[in-house]
């Protein structure tokens, strides 16, 4: 179904990070930009659809006009939004927003650190655009900032704190259907599996809480209100986000899933784990039974590598990349 | 990243340290001519010693105290300065000609720490789950124990130690676990150094990465790859679907023991040395780990983080009167340093390892 394509090589090995691999696709100018975090550094490449240029940029995470203090960073994704697009990176010391191409940072969030380290550890982690104008980020402490961004410049406002989470939030998606009906638009993710479901706006409203099995749930996505949830365990839940039913469950991975995609378009899943696989897989939702279906399409093994990253290229799933930990690439799959 | 990460490290590659002090010890426990008293040849007894003066410096209270506090990881270039110190506690000397020499490279005991890094990464990367860390560390605690079974002032620190690692990490879950051990992987990030060993038991590739196997049993708590299952509103099960995962996982077995003593099940952090004595094990000759590019100063907060472990540390007062033991870690060629200092820091390419 799908077959591999020539790696694009990156500066720096990726780390060990849950959803260590974010895509940005340019139509107009036929590019797609990849972030790939390593330690305290992004790398972005920025790639020319016909595979002839290649140009890379290096972030690093630190407080702005601070010229040593760098931290590890915990994740760096493209946050799209109707106006802007941004490339948020969440560290140890705090949230940076970037344009897009990575140039010029428009806004710094420092996260409250104390004087001597706590045993619990500081960082922000889970990042996601929500509706017309916000950016969520997630803490280790549980709870959720949701930044107000304007359409252009850099004002960008914290908005709100939401604390609903009492572990550390491991990842947040928003609504990738385009529906309009769907009433849920954000989900956020904890390390003991929780998940919380909200509705966006000027205060954010918490519509469901789904409880976790006490296995951290490390990657979620939201598609015609229906959330996919990756876990520790291997297993991916599909719940009906709204009301928490159930509605599958797939015994997929044999180590820890680090990232899910879905292709808002075809309904195709991606998902990706330590134990060295990727797989695919088709979603379709029956409206009037209420019931989803799940099929299995097809596997790939990146062999002796513990998969951090994956992401499809498109909204169509037509291709998708994925990064490894150790690895100095991107390895691309295109549909054969 | 994880604030607790030190103790295990310091367990880990600690019990590495010893594993291979242990096996070179043993080594040099006969001379070439058989004649047992001749200069440089260790006794049983001088070997013990050794072992309880190392064990019992790395497990002392103030220094596991210090150890335990909520602190981030430091350089290689300080975690080899600390074991440095720790490995001179004793009267033991490590090649001194090495030690003296000023400047980055001194081939014993950067070429000891590459081999134990990399069996700490190793360890770290494949262990099944998160949690399994601290099977890998107990592993380590318990061959330590043998190591100074004869000394039950020593063998009391270490027990004193596992108690406080058990009430300390028991309490952590699965995801700050993990956390524990992304921090780790950073750690040990972009290590490629062959070990002849690893290479022999393939378990790592001439590449120098690491086999990660697609069979064998599921950790414990994870279901084999395979099955689909659908529910209706009412959570009742409508179907079961099988797919082919591709992988040759099966069932997975009984938890390993978390407690002071107990079956762990899981190898990863036992004496792999143990079953290899006398062999010598070798590392490529390729730079490993190099210290960072700017010679001069370690950043003002691990200096400080460096302080006071030393000051933890209760080392031994050294008499003038006691000649020291003298051990060469590596018998290492004339050829092979000289080989060494010319080549650039670079990814091992194509070649035979050493040994």
Known sequence: ?336 | MSVRTLPLVLINLGGEMLYILDQRLRAHSTSEDGSGTAAGVWSEHDRKRVMNDVVGTIFSKSFMDELLKPQQLFSHRTMKTVLTRLAHASIMRLNPASMDRVGPQEPDLDRLYDLMVMAFKYQVLVCPRPKDLLLVSYNHLDSIRQLVRDTPVVLNQVDETHRRIIEVYSSLSEGQLQLLRQTLLVFVQDLHIRVSLFLKNHIQNPNGRFVLPTSGPVPHGVQVPGLIRTFDPRSREVSRTKFQSGAGFSGAVREGSFDLSGDRLLRLGSNMYAAEYPQETHTSTKPGVQPEDSPNLLAKEELNQLACLMGSMKTQNLSKAESGFRINLFPADQEEEEEEEEEEEARPAAGPAAG
């Open chain 1, 1 to 336: 179904m799908y077959h591999k394509e020539k790696s694009i090589q990156i500066k720096n090995s990726a780390s060990a990070l849950y959803n260590n691999l974010s895509v940005l696709r340019i139509a107009p100018r036929r590019l797609t930009y990849f972030t790939v975090v390593h330690a305290n550094v992004v790398n972005m490449v920025s790639s020319s659809w016909d595979g002839l240029n290649y140009s890379h940029r290096q972030l690093q995470s630190k407080e702005p006009n601070v010229a040593t203090s760098t931290s590890l960073i915990m994740q760096a994704a493209f946050c799209v939004l109707p106006s802007r697009d941004l490339l948020v990176v969440t560290s140890q010391k705090g949230i940076q927003m970037y344009e897009s191409d990575g140039s010029i940072m428009v806004y710094w969030h420092a996260l409250d650190t104390p004087e001597t380290p706590t045993a619990q550890a500081v960082f922000a982690r889970g990042i996601c655009a929500v509706s017309e104008n916000y950016i969520c980020v997630g803490v280790s402490s549980g709870a959720i900032l949701v930044f107000d961004v304007p359409s252009k410049g850099s004002n960008i406002t914290l908005s709100e704190e939401l604390e609903e989470h009492k572990e550390s939030i491991t990842d947040m998606a928003s609504e990738t259907s385009g529906s309009q009906e769907c009433i849920a638009n954000l989900v956020s993710a904890d390390d003991e599996g929780n998940l919380c479901v909200w509705k966006s706006g000027e205060e954010f409203q918490l519509l469901n809480k789904i409880p976790g099995f006490d296995m951290s749930c490390t990657s979620a996505k939201l598609w015609k209100g229906i959330v996919v949830a990756g876990y520790g365990s291997g297993q991916i839940r599909l719940f009906e986000a709204v009301t928490g039913i159930l509605h599958a469950e797939i015994s997929a991975h044999a180590r820890w899933i680090y990232s899910l995609d879905i292709a808002p378009f075809s309904g195709l899943l991606l998902s990706a784990a330590e134990d060295s696989y990727v797989r695919v897989w088709h979603l379709a939702l029956t409206p009037e039974t209420n019931t989803v279906e799940v099929a299995h399409l097809h596997n790939e093994c990146v062999t002796d590598t513990q998969i951090c990253g994956a992401k499809f290229c498109d909204g169509d799933g037509y291709a998708f990349a994925v990064t490894g930990y150790d690895l100095s690439e991107i390895i691309r799959y295109v549909q054969s």
